[in-house]
């Protein structure tokens, strides 16, 4: 509205101007500039309005690095520099999650700001996201009293950049019997303090206690366990960032789920006293380590948060070249929506080999509900799943949407027998 105004104004003028000359009228050449003088006048109050302003955002961005679902720093304190009032000042703030490919713009009108004044804007903006929040710029659109002239410009000082790590699950120490397992933390420990190296054949004069009974079903001779001198039981946690494998949309999706249960794996196991692994492969391999007693170190967490879910490397690839990480003893924990038979087959080869093997399977048909999508034929039901992993050793646990980790933990314990 405001430019037809400036149109009508100027041909307005315009007009007058022509009469005047034509009739050499001084009435006519009056009104004229009159008319030019007040779009002078009115262009320079709004540019006057949008100058003279300073912000700066989320008490100077000291706060680069929060968890989900924390507020975002958008705040801002607006400063007016001169001695004049001002009014009407409309600003408009951006969030970009690059990692998420989102874009929100939330608007706040400031109705006055005295002169010299310091005045604390809010905006709406939703609780952060798992990514990297691109904060800014903030622009300010000011206009003059009669509404003819809009001038929009950047506020500096407004522009800023925080990563957002996944929320984790802060598991009990309650959680351990869920974590080490049964059968397979009861092989670790029957020899007194030696790890569970393999499996061979019963010889003569072996300890009928170290007979592993559910291989020996399976292969129709007696085959029992061998203990070696622990050395550092280290954990590996293999993360599936496949993009074929993630279901879901936003935060109700396989590829956060599977994140979150990851990092708090590895939280919990290293805070137990558990040296741990994490490994991922997204166009680069992704390797994160933490003593045993530590923290997740900031390196771990920012990567987390990076993660896109678009690698292109398999479940069944990313175990295979990190078998070379599992130590003796060692315990693996894979993280993925991929119910392949393939991978199923590998973790259960290697749990025949008497390894502690853990499956953090997210139920992919209830990720692609959310969505709207049919379960690709190359996913394996969960019902499937069972039947293939029963009595393997291979300890599995279902996470679906919402789910409790520690719960979904605790309910895959009492199908260990």
């Given amino acids: 509205m405001g430019r037809r105004k400036v149109r009508y104004l100027a041909v307005t003028g315009v007009f007058f101007y022509l009469i005047a000359v034509a009739n050499d009228r001084v ?119 009669l509404g003819l002239f809009e001038v929009q410009r950047e ?104 994140i979150s249960a990851a990092g708090s794996l590895a939280a919990f196991q290293a805070r137990s006293g558990r040296t741990v692994r994490l490994v991922a492969h997204e166009g680069q391999r992704l390797e994160w380590r933490v003593t045993a007693g530590a923290h997740l170190p900031l390196a771990l967490l920012d990567g987390l948060a990076r993660v896109r879910g678009i690698g292109q490397v398999s479940a069944v690839s990313l175990l295979r070249q990190s078998l070379d990480r599992l130590r003796p003893g060692g315990a693996l924990v894979m993280v993925t929506a991929a119910a392949e038979a393939e991978l199923l087959g590998e973790l259960r080869a290697l749990a025949e080999k008497g390894r502690d093997v853990q499956l953090i399977l997210l139920d992919a048909a209830a990720f692609a509900a959310v969505e709207g999508r049919a379960l690709p034929d190359w996913c394996l039901p969960l019902t499937a799943v069972g039947r293939f992993l029963y009595g393997d050793g291979v300890r599995l646990t279902v996470l679906g949407p919402g789910a409790d980790l520690l719960g979904a933990l605790a309910d895959g314990l009492k199908g260990v027998a």
Avoid: C
Avoid at 107 to 126: I, K, M, Q, R, S
Avoid at 169 to 186: F, I, K, Q, T, Y
């Fill in 27 to 145: 009435a006519m050449y009056a009104l004229s500039v009159g008319l030019f003088s007040l779009l002078l006048v009115a262009y320079a109050l709004a540019r006057i309005t949008a100058h003279g302003l300073s912000a700066v955002r989320g008490g100077g961005l000291t706060v680069t690095r929060i968890t989900a679902g924390q507020p975002l720093p958008t705040g801002l304190r607006l400063t007016n520099l001169g001695s004049l009032p001002k009014s009407g000042l409309l600003l408009t703030d951006r969030v970009v999650n690059t990692v998420r490919d989102e874009r929100r713009e939330e608007t706040v009108l400031v109705g006055n700001l005295a002169g010299e004044a310091t005045l604390p804007v809010t905006f709406d903006h939703p609780p952060a996201r798992r990514g990297v929040a691109v904060l800014g710029p903030t622009f300010i659109t000011a206009g003059d009293p």
């Fill in 155 to 258: 506020l500096p000082g407004t522009r800023g950049e925080v990563l957002v790590h996944p929320r984790l699950s802060e598991l009990p120490m309650s959680a351990s019997a869920a974590l080490d397992g049964a059968d397979s933390s009861r092989s670790r420990r029957a020899a007194s303090g030696f790890d569970l190296h393999g499996l061979r054949e019963y010889v003569s004069g072996d300890d009928p206690r170290h007979v592993h009974w559910r291989a020996s079903a399976r292969r129709g001779r007696l085959m029992v366990k061998e203990f070696e001198q622990p050395s550092d039981r280290e954990l590996v946690v293999l993360l599936d960032l496949q993009q074929r494998q993630v279901f879901g949309a936003g935060d109700v999706s396989s590829l956060e789920a599977a």
